[in-house]
């Protein structure tokens, strides 16, 4: 019923291959330091190692400009929205199946949780690209008391090393080869971390939650617009002879829109799970089989280990907060701490965006203007520059000034606004948070892709937001299966990717989010549950996928939503937009060229790229939620 627009872009490549030449080679005294150090506690080690070389300031030499991305998910067209209005409950998710199947759990008693591992499961199934079990998810939850943050991120392997990738010459892999190997797999955590959240939060059986997805799995699903449009630019899956024989037809055409998929391994594996539980993945047959798909790959292996899968532990840790002003009303912000980058940089953007007089423009036609664009971007690019020199694992890295906080309190956004002019800042330079002496060194752009976001609320109040995901669209390219005569399997993730590649800079400074044994790569998942500061109600729940530029999407929601007062759906409708640390993206045929003219006079380089984003937002109004789903993807919100 709703009308479609193709914008023509759906043979778009889905991965981003870049080559890297430079070679890292850590000679410094420095590096040599931090590994002999690596056994103290992060902050000792790093204090440690500073005293003994001396270094009393940050690197100065920003990370190399970011190339044009190519979405982390290729577009498939924009399909208008309704925009939606419950009273009680309601479920935002990527693909009308996983949402129906989220509803239904909530409409039989289930909590937020409930649903969400309902869609979860779902979501394996119908949007394979983007998320499943074979990867890992940051979840936020409100039960109506205090805000839990859970990581489910997956972890490096016990084997696994700084040089990860670095072929045999000792030079850096091509992204892309990294990508579609055994060797970027990491330990997947989402079923654990939903496992957690279940034990804590879950109103009936784990066993029953799985139901939708297994019945699915079996009697089959019709293949969406989506779907087919992603497996027909897809050119390393079909290397996968499980995934060549469930994606694609004998003449190695995808199957069609509309063709009923079935998966039956999929659904032998949902029942292990579900009555088993996380062990199912960590420990037996199914188990065997993730190791022998990763360390079997026929190019790059992998080390993953069934060490390495029973030893994996979800995490809970302290959800990271901050204030927002929009007009005249307080905000309480709340997203995830690290290793995800989303929060930190949301809200320094937010943040240094509300200390720019240019930000305080309102819509024109409906669309950003020009100076307000300029103060987004400069924005975006102090908080970029920050989150490539300081945000990794914590449990690898220390804080600056022993706080995430430190990033986000006032004096700080202060000083950091005052660097935004009426023109381009030359250089976005990383910022001294509580005047820390840091000898660290800025990661270098790499691509970042894929993910789903899930956002739902339940009968009796409480709120949840999830982002989940398997890295790049189909994840590392690889489907396992526990029985070759069985169609079908589930994917596994390539998060791996998202360490730095090289793991020191020339001078040997090393890069916070670079590869160590049993660390959690840097994110940008950005699920986000804002609360009005004076009540402590909630009023929001949002976040998106689109790699690095999920910052942006969530963010827009936000800004959306809260300073201009949009309906969720209209948030989300909005054009995209935003920098990386290098050009101004504009979304594709979204914005006027006396726009674009007038970014282009203050010095900034624009670009106008597909931006293909899937944003979920749920916004409470009066007595009613109202929810939102992009525009660019599936999604769909169901509710009562």
């Not at 330079?429 to 339940?458: N, W, Y």
């Amino acid at each position: 019923m709703h009308r479609k627009v193709t914008d023509g872009t759906a043979n778009a490549n889905v991965l981003h291959v870049r080559k890297v030449t430079s070679m890292f080679r850590p000679v410094h005294t420095f590096a040599c330091l931090w590994r002999q150090t690596r056994c103290l506690s992060p902050w000792l080690a790093l204090c440690l190692a500073f005293a003994l070389t001396a270094c009393s300031t940050i690197s100065t030499k920003p990370p190399a400009a970011a190339a044009t991305p190519t979405p982390p998910e290729a577009a498939s067209g924009f399909t208008a929205k309704p925009g939606w209005s419950f009273e009680r409950q309601a479920v935002a998710a990527a693909n009308p199946l996983a949402a129906d199947a989220g509803l239904q759990v909530l409409r039989a008693g289930g909590s937020a949780v409930d649903a969400a591992i309902a869609v979860q499961m779902v979501l394996t199934l119908v949007e394979p690209q983007s998320s499943g079990i074979g990867g890992g998810a940051f979840l936020l939850h409100w039960d109506g008391r205090r805000v839990q943050a859970y990581d489910g991120r997956e972890t490096a392997p016990a084997a696994a090393t700084e040089r990860l990738f670095f072929d045999g010459n000792g030079n850096l892999m091509p992204f892309g080869r990294a990508v579609a190997s055994g060797r970027s797999v990491g330990v997947p955590g989402t079923v654990p971390m939903l496992a957690l959240a279940h034990q804590q939060h879950g109103r009936l059986p784990w066993a029953r939650l799985f139901e939708p997805a297994i019945a699915l799995a079996e009697q089959g699903f019709a293949v969406s617009p989506r779907l087919n449009a992603l497996l027909s630019a897809e050119t390393a899956l079909p290397r996968d002879p499980v995934a060549r024989a469930y994606f694609f037809q004998p003449d190695a055409r995808p199957w069609p829109v509309g063709h009923v998929l079935r998966n039956p391994e999929l659904a032998a594996v949902l029942r292990q799970i579900a009555e088993r539980g996380p062990a199912a993945l960590s420990e037996g047959p199914i188990a065997q089989a993730i190791v022998d798909k990763v360390r079997q790959h026929p190019d790059l292996p992998g080390t993953l280990s069934l060490a390495d899968l029973r030893d994996y532990q979800a995490r809970e840790r302290p959800a990271l907060c901050h204030p927002l002003r929009a007009g005249a009303r307080w905000w309480r912000v709340c997203g995830m701490p690290p290793p995800s980058s989303g929060a930190i940089a949301i809200g320094q953007i937010l943040g240094l965006l509300s200390r720019t007089p240019q930000a305080m423009a309102s819509l024109r036609n409906g669309i950003p203007g020009a100076d307000w664009l300029h103060a987004w971007t400069e924005a975006s690019r102090l908080a970029f520059a920050d989150r490539a020199l300081y945000v990794a694992d914590p449990d690898f890295v220390p804080a600056p000034g022993g706080d995430w906080q430190s990033l986000l309190t006032s004096d700080y956004l202060n000083a950091r606004a005052a660097l935004i002019g009426p023109t381009r800042l030359p250089q976005a330079l990383p910022g001294r948070p509580a005047g820390t002496p840091v000898a660290m060194a800025p990661m270098p752009d790499q691509p970042e892709s894929g993910t789903s976001h899930i956002s739902i609320v339940d009968g009796q109040g409480h709120v949840l937001s999830m982002t989940t995901t398997i890295e790049a669209a189909f994840g590392a390219r690889l489907m396992v299966t526990t029985d070759p005569t069985r169609p079908g399997g589930f994917l596994l993730n390539n998060e791996l990717t998202d360490f730095s590649f090289a793991p020191s800079d020339e001078a040997g400074r090393p890069i916070a989010n670079r590869v160590q044994p049993g660390k959690r790569p840097r994110s940008s998942m950005s699920p986000t549950l804002v609360f009005d500061a004076n009540t402590g109600a909630p009023v929001m729940s949002a976040g998106s996928p689109g790699g690095a530029m999920i910052i942006h999407f969530t963010a827009k929601a936000l800004w959306g939503s809260l300073h201009w007062g949009l309906h969720p759906q209209a948030a989300l409708d909005l054009p995209n937009f935003g920098s990386l640390g290098g050009p101004l993206l504009l979304e594709r045929d979204r914005f006027a060229p006396a726009t674009v003219q007038a970014l282009e006079s203050l010095g900034h380089q624009v670009q106008q790229v597909d931006l293909t984003s899937g944003a979920q937002a749920l916004v409470r109004r009066s007595d009613r939620w109202l929810g939102g789903a992009d525009p660019r993807r599936e999604g769909v919100v169901s509710g009562d």
